[in-house]
T-cell receptor, first 111, second 113 residues
């Protein structure tokens, strides 16, 4: 069965510092990978996705993730975070018709 | 374009009672999904509709959960009778294409006391 591992349950970081949220998945077949974000008191929003093509994908608010097939990883990075990036981030893989999610990583940006 | 809408946003019920959650997908989206997150754990798949038909209900926990999608539009998820372990956040999602561009609602936070 597919599984997604987000190793860090919480990541505290100071404003303007870089951050990496780690995600590893288990799969022996082609995968579609996603990062979703849930801001406080809001629903899940798609941040970025990898379907095919370039292994580096970017979001409109400065996040990027790189698909690494050999390491079965899809880590999320941002070179300089803002207070407004405080949220919970979920990595997910599409398995058939369903999304399989990791446990989530809470990013806390401190001033 | 209106997003996926869920009602209610919060519900607190007693053990043994019945609760019905509603989801209105994005107009024109044939695919509708229910997911659940229990107590800070992973968000887990419950079931998938294509129009009014259940395509996959492998994630439904037990027969206390009943999902319907009348006329292929909105969907309801009924829990009867509710148990304490049913507490969590229930997310609805919809997509036009199967799987890869899924929009989620804000979720319904269900608390069973």
């Amino acid at each position: 069965a597919q599984s997604v591992t987000q190793l860090d349950s919480q990541v505290p970081v100071f404003e303007e510092a870089p951050v990496e949220l780690r995600c590893n998945y288990s799969s022996s077949v082609s995968v579609y990978l996603f990062w979703y974000v849930q801001y406080p008191n809001q629903g899940l929003q798609l941040l970025l996705k990898y379907l095919s093509g370039s292994t580096l994908v970017e979001s409109i608010n400065g996040f990027e993730a790189e698909f690494n097939k050999s390491q079965t990883s899809f880590h999320l990075r941002k070179p300089s975070v803002h207070i407004s990036d405080t949220a919970e981030y979920f990595c997910a893989v599409l398995y058939g018709n369903k999304l399989v999610f990791g446990a989530g990583t809470i990013l806390r940006v401190k001033s | 374009e209106a997003g996926v809408t869920q009602f209610p946003s919060h519900s607190v019920i007693e053990k043994g009672q019945t609760v019905t959650l509603r989801c209105d997908p994005i107009s024109g989206h044939d695919n509708l999904y229910w997911y659940r997150r229990v107590m800070g754990k992973e968000i887990k798949f419950l079931l998938h509709f294509v129009k009014e038909s259940k395509q996959d209900e492998s994630g439904m926990p037990n027969n206390r959960f009943l999902a319907e999608r009348t006329g292929g539009t909105y969907s309801t998820l009924k829990v009867q009778p509710a148990e304490l372990e049913d507490s969590g956040v229930y997310f609805c999602a919809s997509s036009q294409d199967r799987g890869n561009t899924v929009a989620f609602g804000q979720g319904t936070r269900l608390t069973v006391v």
